[in-house]
T-cell receptor, first 113, second 115 residues
Framework: QQQVKQSPQSLIVQKGGISIINCAYE??????FPWYQQFPGKGPALLIA?????SEKKEGRFTISFNKSAKQFSLHIMDSQPGDSATYFC????????????FGTGTRLKVLA | DAGVIQSPRHEVTEMGQEVTLRCKPI?????LFWYRQTMMRGLELLIY????????DSGMPEDRFSAKMPNASFSTLKIQPSEPRDSAVYFC?????????????FGSGTRLTVV
């Protein structure tokens, strides 16, 4: 129940295309869902996050779609660029005052020039 | 702010040796996390501290692993004795009071190789 399942494991997209990464969770107590971006040799960095009271959040070319009934959420990268090539992690957390994230297993994205 | 500072960046050690990884969180952050990253298992939470107190160490793989946070600006993760299966990248992250939505700030990690 504590797991966050992420797919696909790797993804190759042409420049200008849409990258889509999916995550699913079981624990309905989770109420905060961030996405982290990690470049080689660096630590993960917060990219965008959503709470389950909204179905979509957009920041620039990055959009989170959230389906509470299905317990799924996804990251969409519009107009994907080679500079977006990185590993992306979804995560989930429950309750304010609880700082513990459960991370997905990661998706390695490569955007071809 | 210099961000979360981890040292060393790389560590190569022989099996059986003691390894100590160090972390300096961002000033004002009162929660600190140690994660281990491998290709097979992704990011695993080992332990986290709130206000220097260990809250959840259920992810610590076994008694060979120990972590301390003697003050708000320093934490260590120790492995004794080290084994080849401990080879991984170890990340430290910190965040501040207010909940998870402030986001973690990760350090650049320590790549540990046990031969």
């Amino acid at each position: 129940q504590q797991q966050v399942k992420q797919s696909p494991q790797s993804l190759i997209v042409q420049k200008g295309g849409i990258s889509i990464i999916n995550c699913a969770y079981e624990n309905t107590a989770f109420d905060y869902f961030p996405w982290y971006q990690q470049f080689p040799g660096k630590g993960p960095a917060l990219l965008i996050a959503i709470r389950p009271d909204v179905s979509e959040k957009k920041e620039g070319r990055f959009t989170i779609s959230f389906n509470k009934s299905a317990k799924q959420f996804s990251l969409h990268i519009m107009d994907s660029q080679p500079g977006d090539s990185a590993t992306y992690f979804c995560a989930a957390s429950k309750g304010s005052g609880t700082y513990k994230y459960i991370f997905g297993t990661g998706t390695r994205l490569k955007v071809l020039a | 702010d210099a961000g979360v500072i981890q040292s060393p960046r790389h560590e190569v050690t022989e099996m059986g040796q003691e390894v100590t990884l160090r972390c300096k969180p961002i000033s004002g952050h009162n929660s600190l996390f140690w994660y281990r990253q491998t290709m097979m298992r992704g990011l695993e939470l080992l332990i986290y501290f709130n206000n220097n107190v260990p809250i959840d160490d259920s992810g610590m793989p076994e008694d060979r692993f120990s972590a301390k946070m003697p003050n708000a600006s320093f934490s260590t993760l120790k492995i004794q004795p080290s084994e080849p299966r401990d080879s991984a990248v170890y990340f430290c992250a910190s965040t501040r009071t207010g909940g998870a939505e402030y986001g973690y700030t990760f350090g650049s990690g320590t790549r540990l190789t046990v031969v």
